[in-house]
């Protein structure tokens, strides 16, 4: 069903965007194959060939990934996708693609520790090199292109400080240059923002966290024109990292409540951010929805809503973060979000096996950094639990 090119709403699409004209199972299939059928050998001469076949082998695609790929790419507003096994999957295969040996990429100091780390430690034994800029200044990204330049690596909001890039100013710039462009969406989701409409020409996600929402996934998702996902397939069909049809199923069971989930999570986030900001044991909060945020105005041009992930500094450093998580009773101590549970965790311990002291620092990866992500909880009992942790933070 082509609702993807009908003006259609997002929730329509999570419900309906993925369905066959000639389908009756309410809930989808899950095809555990590997290999699939041919009817003859014309056929099999024919599925061979297709451009992203879903039905000769799983490495090749699957009918299940096939539908998280559809809904996704409707949310987009883009041609295709492609599912891979987690979102370093897609962002390494994406990479690894598009950046060939002697070639050079241009990226944000302020990302995702894995992004990260395979651009400073994997990639240069690749032959491939990388300037990392500050986020916030788009002329930086510009200065910093060479000859060489194959891709611009970008992540809006950040993970885990909140900062903003200026994706519509960095794809302009890109564009002149003939560089394309990839945009880490995962702290946004489709719903807060699309990066595409903006200029980007890829964009990635992280399936594991808002996108399937339960935190019973691992999953990643390559999102762009028809010819670039099909490029980036030749590897990815080599480098095998391939999402297994039931993780792809869950996926695709928990995009159908994303639209709620954003929106309770989004207004949550706000209201806790704007809490927080008025505590003492709370040095700064870095939230793109608060008028403090440096680039609130950007984000009110970008994003339809701030996100469910914040992060705060507290005033007592390392320790007085320990005490604080420790002293919580409701969010788990854990790595990931976007799921229904909230989730908190402090980035530099979380990151200090990948990253050194000086990376971390250059990074803005402060000792008393908090990241926190926010989930389906009572605003009332979340809020609640905070308080009572920063105030015994206080208290000691």
């Given at each position: 069903?082509?609702?993807?090119?009908?003006?259609?709403?997002?929730?329509?699409?999570?419900?309906?965007?993925?369905?066959?004209?000639?389908?009756?199972?309410?809930?989808?299939?899950?095809?555990?194959?590997?290999?699939?059928?041919?009817?003859?050998?014309?056929?099999?001469?024919?599925?061979?060939?297709?451009?992203?076949?879903?039905?000769?082998?799983?490495?090749?695609?699957?009918?299940?990934?096939?539908?998280?790929?559809?809904?996704?790419?409707?949310?987009?507003?883009?041609?295709?996708?492609?599912?891979?096994?987690?979102?370093?999957?897609?962002?390494?295969?994406?990479?690894?693609?598009?950046?060939?040996?002697?070639?050079?990429?241009?990226?944000?100091?302020?990302?995702?520790?894995?992004?990260?780390?395979?651009?400073?430690?994997?990639?240069?034994?690749?032959?491939?090199?990388?300037?990392?800029?500050?986020?916030?200044?788009?002329?930086?990204?510009?200065?910093?292109?060479?000859?060489?330049?194959?891709?611009?690596?970008?992540?809006?909001?950040?993970?885990?400080?909140?900062?903003?890039?200026?994706?519509?100013?960095?794809?302009?710039v890109a564009r002149s240059r003939g560089i394309p462009t990839v945009v880490d969406n995962t702290v946004a989701t489709p719903l807060d923002?699309?990066?595409?409409?903006?200029?980007?020409?890829?964009?990635?996600?992280?399936?594991?966290?808002?996108?399937?929402?339960?935190?019973?996934?691992?999953?990643?998702?390559?999102?762009?024109?028809?010819?670039?996902?099909?490029?980036?397939?030749?590897?990815?069909?080599?480098?095998?990292?391939?999402?297994?049809?039931?993780?792809?199923?869950?996926?695709?069971?928990?995009?159908?409540?994303?639209?709620?989930?954003?929106?309770?999570?989004?207004?949550?986030?706000?209201?806790?951010?704007?809490?927080?900001?008025?505590?003492?044991?709370?040095?700064?909060?870095?939230?793109?929805?608060?008028?403090?945020?440096?680039?609130?105005?950007?984000?009110?041009?970008?994003?339809?809503?701030?996100?469910?992930?914040?992060?705060?500094e507290l005033e007592g450093g390392y320790a007085q973060a320990q005490r604080f998580i420790d002293s919580l009773r409701l969010p788990a101590?854990?790595?990931?979000?976007?799921?229904?549970?909230?989730?908190?965790?402090?980035?530099?311990?979380?990151?200090?096996?990948?990253?050194?002291?000086?990376?971390?620092?250059?990074?803005?990866?402060?000792?008393?950094?908090?990241?926190?992500?926010?989930?389906?909880?009572?605003?009332?009992?979340?809020?609640?639990?905070?308080?009572?942790?920063?105030?015994?933070?206080?208290?000691?």
């Amino acid at each position: 069903m082509e609702l993807s090119k009908k003006p259609f709403d997002p929730q329509t699409l999570l419900l309906y965007g993925d369905q066959e004209p000639s389908e009756s199972a309410i809930a989808p299939p899950l095809y555990q194959s590997v290999p699939f059928a041919a009817e003859s050998a014309d056929d099999f001469a024919a599925m061979s060939q297709e451009p992203l076949p879903s039905r000769a082998y799983r490495r090749s695609g699957n009918p299940t990934q096939r539908r998280l790929e559809t809904l996704v790419a409707g949310l987009e507003g883009a041609e295709a996708a492609l599912a891979t096994a987690s979102g370093m999957g897609a962002i390494t295969t994406t990479v690894l693609a598009l950046v060939p040996p002697g070639g050079h990429v241009v990226s944000q100091r302020s990302s995702y520790g894995g992004t990260l780390t395979l651009l400073r430690n994997l990639a240069p034994r690749l032959g491939i090199e990388t300037t990392f800029v500050d986020q916030t200044e788009t002329a930086a990204f510009e200065a910093a292109l060479t000859s060489s330049t194959r891709l611009i690596m970008l992540e809006t909001p950040s993970n885990p400080l909140l900062r903003l890039t200026d994706l519509a100013g960095v794809a302009e710039v890109a564009r002149s240059r003939g560089i394309p462009t990839v945009v880490d969406n995962t702290v946004a989701t489709p719903l807060d923002q699309r990066p595409l409409s903006l200029g980007a020409d890829l964009v990635v996600h992280s399936v594991t966290k808002a996108l399937s929402g339960h935190s019973d996934v691992l999953a990643g998702i390559v999102i762009g024109s028809s010819k670039l996902i099909e490029r980036i397939w030749q590897t990815h069909v080599i480098v095998g990292a391939v999402v297994s049809p039931f993780d792809a199923w869950l996926a695709v069971r928990g995009l159908r409540t994303l639209g709620m989930r954003v929106e309770w999570q989004d207004r949550l986030a706000l209201h806790i951010a704007g809490h927080l900001q008025s505590h003492p044991a709370v040095a700064t909060v870095n939230y793109p929805g608060l008028e403090s945020h440096p680039q609130h105005e950007l984000a009110r041009r970008q994003m339809r809503g701030y996100g469910s992930l914040l992060s705060f500094e507290l005033e007592g450093g390392y320790a007085q973060a320990q005490r604080f998580i420790d002293s919580l009773r409701l969010p788990a101590r854990s790595s990931s979000l976007g799921g229904t549970q909230s989730l908190v965790a402090q980035p530099a311990t979380m990151w200090g096996k990948s990253m050194s002291e000086e990376q971390l620092d250059e990074a803005g990866v402060r000792p008393g950094l908090v990241r926190l992500a926010v989930g389906l909880d009572s605003e009332k009992d979340l809020v609640g639990d905070i308080t009572t942790a920063l105030d015994a933070c206080v208290a000691r």
